[in-house]
């Protein structure tokens, strides 16, 4: 692992979507630093074996993320990377994939932000939310609701960063490009059947991708663990591309 050192040390780290992609390597990224990390996820199966405490939560559900937060007297780090990526353009959004798009990826992260803040108060932290480049900063085809989405979490993590900037408490908003994920992995072999063959599906992906690949969880892990910790002490409401180029 590159750059990885003891930074998060003494910090007590909450991560949502934990099982698997960004989140997982973010999660046990943030614990080989140093954190004693929470990890938390819909698919509670699938976190066995996590070096850290794990639960099931289902980030969607106001009260379950208020009655899950209501254990700590104190969260140093907040890390939020459960998303939703309907694949459609507008014409092809139905309300209930329009609805299944905001309420698991920007209704969550109002439940696990609010439910989060009153226990980082005190002390300061950092909240990392992850959006997309997909949202505010670039329009991709076949994104309209996930863009959508994701632009809203990178307004609610600018708000916050603006609400609580003078008791220390930072929220900056990391943009991955396309990466190599178990959902991605569906999305492709979704194209797949609607193009006709994998190539011409994986083909679509890296147009989109000047570097000419997709993008490791670890590499977006590395950017968490970075504004997880005093490093980024002077950075907040900022939107990170750790995107391959798609934004140069
Ligand atoms: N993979 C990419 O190309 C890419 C690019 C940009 C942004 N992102 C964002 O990164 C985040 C992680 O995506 P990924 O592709 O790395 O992982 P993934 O989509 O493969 O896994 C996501 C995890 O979220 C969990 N989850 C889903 N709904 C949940 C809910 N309601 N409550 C709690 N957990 C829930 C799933 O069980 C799963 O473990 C998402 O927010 C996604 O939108 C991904």
């Known amino acids: ?59 969607t559900d106001h009260a379950a993320v208020h009655a899950y937060m209501a254990q700590f007297d104190r969260i140093d780090v907040l ?14 959004t139905r309300p209930e994939d329009w609805r299944r798009s905001m309420s698991i990826t920007l209704d969550s992260a109002y439940n696990v932000i609010q439910a989060a803040v009153p226990r980082m108060k005190a002390n300061g932290g950092s909240i990392i939310t992850i959006a997309s480049v997909a949202g505010s900063t670039k329009g991709f085809a076949k994104r309209a609701a996930y863009g959508a989405a994701k632009a809203g979490v990178i307004g609610l993590t600018k708000a916050i960063a603006a609400d609580y900037l003078k008791i220390g408490l930072r929220a900056n908003a990391v943009c991955p490009g396309t990466v190599d994920s ?67």
């Open 182 to 248: 178990p959902s991605w992995r569906a999305r492709v072999a979704e194209l797949a059947e609607q193009m006709g063959s994998e190539e011409a599906a994986l083909q679509f992906f890296l147009d989109r991708q000047p570097a000419g690949r997709v993008g490791t969880p670890e590499e977006i892990a590395g950017m968490i663990a970075f504004l997880a910790s005093d490093d980024a002490g002077f950075i907040t409401g900022q939107v990170l591309n750790v995107d391959g180029g798609i934004t140069i």
């Open 79 to 92: 890390l939020h990377a459960v998303g939703y990526v309907f694949q459609g353009d507008i014409e092809e």
């Open 1 to 59: 692992m590159v750059g990885e050192g003891m930074r998060l040390q003494g910090k007590i780290a909450v991560v949502t979507a934990a099982a698997q992609g960004i989140g997982r390597a973010g999660a046990e990224r943030l614990a080989a630093e140093g954190a004693t990390v929470f990890a938390t996820d819909l698919r509670a199966d699938l976190l066995d074996g996590f070096p850290g405490k794990v639960a099931a939560l289902d980030a």
